[in-house]
């Protein structure tokens, strides 16, 4: 679905007025206060996030799936909604494929289509956790950690391969999220699934090009439900640091245990140098996968704190991947993805307003009141004009869920693909 410039600047026409004057007025007062505005809006706006290919259509769980209608039926039709998604919002600049459920047909028509949609290709996943037609050996029992040597080599050239995939696309990234473990108390010998994973993870590094980076993705626990190889963040920072300089950890914000405080986490990680990327999502008990920030969004605004700490005193940490990780299975996925984009600007506008100066002296100072009235003085701060303003000037809307309905996008979609396309995903 096309949507021409006129159009965008239609739907603004409404509510420009309305935003210049709550834009001014809070510009203003965040200037009083030693805001260098104009700054924090580029950095909003200069922040890409990358939509999960694996997350265009309606998702589901063993008890059901509910389809959407208008679901993507190819890659193609993949990276048309994410490019809608991003001319809308202007932050969804960048795609994450998951190999083998999007493994490009033609590479240079797709990566023009991308192009034309202004799309990167950020980090590519592969799948050991999923048994494809004509495989030669499962991985029931697990891939990189398997006991047979025969599954861990094919799960290795796996990852060559995705690599290989990956690197037609100008990716510059692999993230490697392995189900690998057990359901029940003696099942696995721990130390030598994570020698064998460590062992194999070294030689998936081993053939990566010299500018990749490897993310490590821990999750404590499903598929397996008594342990699971790669559980924590230690336990991917210790197999990241036994692979190289290039190799970091991924942290997904549904894979914790209730009550983990990942804030510190990430902190620790970037002081390390070792924090690769992020899948963002949220969740209530387990790997929901929910809409960001829906549940939790003052933890991801402590997350974010740590990170635009870590992004001014960390240095020794690279440039970070950011990429959504989420399913649907009650909304409109396209809607879904933009409250997420929208949750995590906000997020990231909310930190970037904490006067880290200040809140350093006040903990130096140990006056705590002081430091909670820093940090809840930035959270509190509505910086909705912040983030409209920032798609604004990028050329994107100032509402892209009124915007996407006036669109009759879902509609719209339906005409186009029918109303029983199935993406392929999770
Ligand atoms: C595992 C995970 C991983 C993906 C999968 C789709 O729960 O978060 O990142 O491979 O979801
Ligand atoms: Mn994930």
Redesign the pocket.
């Known amino acids: 679905m096309n949507i021409q410039k006129q159009q965008l600047e239609d739907l603004n026409k409404h509510d420009l007025q309305n935003h210049k004057s709550h834009f001014d007025f809070l510009a203003q007062s965040l200037s009083k206060s030693g805001t260098e505005v104009d700054g924090l809006i580029t950095k909003l706006a200069d922040f890409q996030v990358a939509i999960?290919s694996?997350?265009l259509g309606a998702g589901g769980t063993r008890f059901g799936r509910f389809s959407y209608g208008g679901e993507p039926a190819s890659l193609e039709q993949k990276i048309e909604d994410i490019g809608l998604i991003h001319r809308l919002t202007q932050t969804a600049g960048a795609v994450s494929l998951?190999i083998p459920w999007d493994v490009p047909n033609d590479y240079n028509s797709i990566k023009e289509l991308a192009a034309n949609h202004k799309i990167k290709f950020d980090a590519v996943?592969s799948?050991t956790?999923q048994d494809q037609k004509n495989q030669k050996v499962s991985y029931k029992y697990g891939s990189l950690s398997n006991t047979s040597s025969a599954v861990r080599e094919q799960a290795i050239a796996h990852n060559k391969e995705v690599i290989e995939i990956g690197d037609k696309l100008g990716s510059k990234a692999l993230?490697v999220?392995l189900?690998d473990g057990s359901s029940f108390p003696g099942q696995n010998n721990f130390q030598t699934a994570l020698t064998h994973t460590q062992n194999s993870l070294i030689s998936i590094y081993e053939d990566m090009p010299t500018d990749w980076k490897l993310y490590i993705?821990y999750?404590p626990y499903?598929p397996n439900f008594y342990s699971t190889v790669i559980q924590d963040w230690g336990t991917s920072l210790m197999l990241a640091n036994g692979c190289g300089e290039r190799a970091y950890t991924?942290v997904?914000l549904?894979?914790h245990l209730p009550n983990t405080n990942i804030e510190q986490i990430v902190s620790v990680l970037m002081l390390k140098g070792k924090l690769g990327g992020f899948?963002f999502n949220d969740s209530k008990y387990g790997?929901d996968?929910l809409t960001v920030g829906s549940i939790k969004p003052y933890a991801l605004f402590l997350i974010f704190n740590e990170l635009v700490y870590g992004m001014q005193n960390n240095p020794q940490n690279p440039e970070l991947g950011w990429m959504i990780?989420a399913?649907h299975n009650v909304k409109d996925p396209l809607e879904d993805l933009i409250q997420s984009l929208e949750a995590i600007q906000e997020a990231y506008a909310k930190a970037l307003l904490i006067d880290q100066d200040a809140l350093r002296s006040a903990q130096e100072a140990n006056d705590v009141t002081l430091c909670q009235e820093i940090m809840q003085g930035a959270y509190r701060t509505d910086v909705r004009p912040l983030v409209r303003e920032a798609r604004l000037r990028s050329g994107g809307v100032l509402n892209p869920i009124e915007a996407y309905r006036k669109l009759e996008v879902r509609k719209n979609l339906i005409n186009e693909r029918g109303s029983k396309t199935v993406a392929t995903?999770?």
Do not use: I, M, Q, R
Request: aromatic content about 12%.
């Open positions: 999960p694996w997350a998951h996943n799948n956790f993230t999220w189900a993705e999750k499903e991924l997904d549904g894979h899948h790997d996968d990780d399913s995903g999770l």
